[in-house]
């Protein structure tokens, strides 16, 4: 199973395919076309259709194909327990093209009430900046890391 447990819809070539599972094994020259493309493919049309208006609890982590390279940001519903956004980057921006996601969703920012991250200085301000009524919980693996 890939790090990230970020499977692909049914559209995929293969049914049993990840994304994560993609990003991870395939080399390519241009490795930011082939990121936007595998993006576009698996994640974005996909999740189109998806109404966010009653969505109030996300967490967010970020996963890289090699530490220190070309990192992405995952975003999930965690009541629902589904991938509901993946961006480009780990910074406060990825929270902002989340923002942006959202409201073409039907969703709101001030109605997230809960993040569950981790302590990304990035992370912390992009919520506080465009998630205004979030509280921030950080996920446990990251607390038990630093004890």
């Given amino acids: 199973r890939p790090r990230c447990g970020v499977y ?3 559209d995929a070539q293969q049914e049993n395919e990840t994304f994560c599972e993609l990003w ?3 080399p390519c020259h241009n490795y930011t076309i082939f990121q936007t493309k595998l993006l576009q493919l698996f994640c974005r049309k996909p999740l189109a259709g998806n109404d966010y208006s009653q969505l109030t609890a996300v967490g967010m ?3 890289a194909q090699r530490k220190g390279h070309d990192y992405i940001t995952i975003f999930v519903d ?3 327990k589904r991938t509901i956004f993946i961006a480009a980057g780990k910074d406060q921006k990825t ?3 989340f923002g942006e996601d959202l409201k073409a969703h039907h969703g709101c920012a001030a109605a997230i009430t809960e ?3 981790d302590m990304s200085p990035a992370f912390i301000k992009g919520v506080a900046d465009y998630l205004p009524n979030a509280d921030i919980t950080f996920d446990r693996f990251h ?3 630093i004890i």
């Fill in 78 to 80: 965690l009541l629902k």
């Fill in 143 to 145: 607390i038990l890391k």
């Fill in 61 to 63: 982590d970020e996963t």
């Fill in 115 to 117: 993040v569950s991250c």
């Fill in 95 to 97: 929270v902002k093209a």
């Fill in 8 to 10: 692909a819809h049914r």
């Fill in 24 to 26: 991870f094994q395939n």
